[in-house]
C-alpha cells in the first residue's frame, strides 16, 4: 500500500485521538488533517516518537494517541517498546514498513525484510499487535486496531520512495505545541 493510502484510513478512524506523525508521515499527513490534536514531530534525531507519544497518553490516558513511526525511527529505538509494554497506557503505534530510510536518501535498512516488527512489539510485551500487508485488510481492520485499550503496536507494509527529502513540520514547533496544548485543554 501507499503511505498516503494508508494515512487516508487513519483518517477515517482517529476519532478524537491525537496524532503524532513523524518522518515521511509529515509530508502528508497536514493535507488530510488539521486540527489541534496533530502533532507533525520532526526532532534532530529518529526514534524519539513512541516516547513522546507514551508521555502523552500516560499524561492524558483518556484521550488516546496515535504514533505513525517509520520502520527505520522503530529501528532507532527498539527499546522504547518493552517500556510501552511496561507503562500501560492508550497508545497505539502504526510502523510504517517500507524497508528504506526514506527521507535520508532511500538506504535499505539492515535486516530488510527480514524483520517483524510485529513479532518484536509482542515479544516485549505489547499484547495488542497486528500486521497488515495490503490496504484490503488494514482499512478492514482498522477500527478494531484504533479502538480498545492501549499500547497497541500496528505494522503497515508500504512502498518505499526513493529521493524524498526530509519534510518541514507544516507550523514551526512552537505553533503546533500551543495548539496541541489547546486542542488537549491544558493551555
Same mark, same amino acid.
Given at each position: 500500500?501507499?503511505?498516503?493510502?494508508?494515512?487516508?484510513?487513519?483518517?477515517?478512524?482517529?476519532?478524537?485521538?491525537?496524532?503524532?506523525?513523524?518522518? @515521511?508521515?509529515?509530508?502528508?499527513?497536514?493535507?488530510? $488533517?488539521?486540527?489541534?490534536?496533530?502533532?507533525?514531530?520532526?526532532?534532530? $534525531?529518529?526514534?524519539?516518537?513512541?516516547?513522546?507519544?507514551?508521555?502523552?497518553?500516560? &499524561?492524558?490516558?483518556?484521550?488516546?494517541?496515535?504514533?505513525?513511526?517509520?520502520?527505520?525511527?522503530?529501528?532507532?529505538?527498539?527499546? $522504547?517498546?518493552?517500556?510501552?509494554?511496561?507503562?500501560?497506557?492508550?497508545?497505539?503505534?502504526?510502523?510504517?514498513?517500507?524497508?528504506?530510510?526514506?527521507?535520508?536518501?532511500?538506504?535499505?535498512?539492515?535486516? &530488510?525484510?527480514?524483520?517483524?516488527? @510485529? +513479532?518484536?512489539?509482542?515479544?516485549?510485551? %505489547?499484547?495488542?499487535?497486528?500486521?497488515?500487508?495490503?490496504?484490503?485488510?488494514?482499512?478492514?481492520?482498522?477500527?478494531?486496531?484504533?479502538?480498545?485499550? +492501549?499500547?497497541?503496536?500496528?505494522?503497515?507494509?508500504?512502498? +518505499?520512495?526513493?529521493?524524498?527529502?526530509?519534510?518541514?513540520?507544516?507550523?514551526?514547533?512552537?505553533?503546533? %505545541? @500551543?495548539?496541541?496544548?489547546?486542542?488537549?485543554?491544558?493551555?
Amino acid at each position: 500500500m501507499e503511505l498516503r493510502e494508508a494515512l487516508e484510513v487513519l483518517a477515517r478512524h482517529r476519532g478524537d485521538k491525537v496524532v503524532i506523525t513523524t518522518m @515521511a508521515s509529515v509530508a502528508v499527513w497536514p493535507t488530510l $488533517s488539521d486540527t489541534p490534536l496533530d502533532f507533525n514531530y520532526i526532532p534532530s $534525531s529518529m526514534g524519539q516518537g513512541p516516547a513522546l507519544g507514551l508521555g502523552l497518553a500516560l &499524561a492524558v490516558p483518556s484521550r488516546g494517541v496515535i504514533v505513525v513511526n517509520g520502520d527505520g525511527s522503530m529501528l532507532m529505538n527498539l527499546g $522504547s517498546l518493552v517500556t510501552v509494554a511496561a507503562y500501560p497506557a492508550n497508545l497505539y503505534l502504526l510502523i510504517m514498513q517500507n524497508d528504506l530510510y526514506e527521507v535520508t536518501g532511500g538506504q535499505p535498512l539492515v535486516g &530488510a525484510g527480514r524483520v517483524d516488527y @510485529a +513479532g518484536l512489539a509482542r515479544a516485549a510485551g %505489547i499484547r495488542r499487535t497486528y500486521a497488515f500487508d495490503t490496504l484490503a485488510d488494514w482499512s478492514q481492520q482498522a477500527s478494531e486496531v484504533l479502538s480498545g485499550p +492501549g499500547p497497541v503496536a500496528c505494522c503497515l507494509k508500504i512502498a +518505499g520512495r526513493m529521493g524524498q527529502k526530509t519534510p518541514k513540520p507544516p507550523r514551526p514547533m512552537q505553533e503546533q %505545541i @500551543a495548539r496541541l496544548r489547546h486542542g488537549l485543554g491544558v493551555a
